[in-house]
Nanobody, 128 residues
Framework: DVQLQAYGGGEVQPGGSLRLSCAAS????????MSWFRQVPGEKPEWVSS????????IYADSVKGRFTTSRDNAKNTLYLHMDNLKPEDTAVYSC?????????????????????WGQGTQVTVSS
């Protein structure tokens, strides 16, 4: 069975940092571009970042650019999201997803229909 499980969330003060992880199993992790999304109750999922199959710099939503960094370890089938300078508006449930093959780019990866697999999320709360 395909499993994607995000963990590492918690409560942090504004300006603080967290590192999220997403453990993957049941599919060929290294063959998929991977993304992070976040969602608050009553709103649609918001795309956060994506990283290619072999890693690299990643692409980011404007709201997190310069503060968040995504990475992956294909040997461990794990995706990461390092979040710095957290703000109250970053409060959400963060989930990871594996992308279907496609044209790539921000417009493609920001659409929830571009994904083959979705994982269980982890809550991040930024509050003083």
């Amino acid at each position: 069975d395909v499993q994607l499980q995000a963990y590492g969330g918690g409560e942090v003060q504004p300006g603080g940092s967290l590192r999220l992880s997403c453990a993957a199993s049941g599919f060929a992790f290294s063959e998929f571009t991977m993304s992070w999304f976040r969602q608050v109750p009553g709103e649609k999922p918001e795309w956060v970042s994506s990283i290619g199959r072999s890693g690299g710099a990643g692409i980011y939503a404007d709201s997190v650019k310069g503060r968040f960094t995504t990475s992956r370890d294909n040997a461990k089938n794990t995706l990461y999201l390092h979040m710095d300078n957290l703000k109250p508006e970053d409060t959400a449930v963060y989930s990871c997803a594996a992308a279907l093959p496609g044209p790539g780019g921000t417009n493609y990866y920001s659409r929830v229909t571009s994904y083959a697999y979705w994982g269980q999320g982890t809550q991040v709360t930024v509050s003083s």
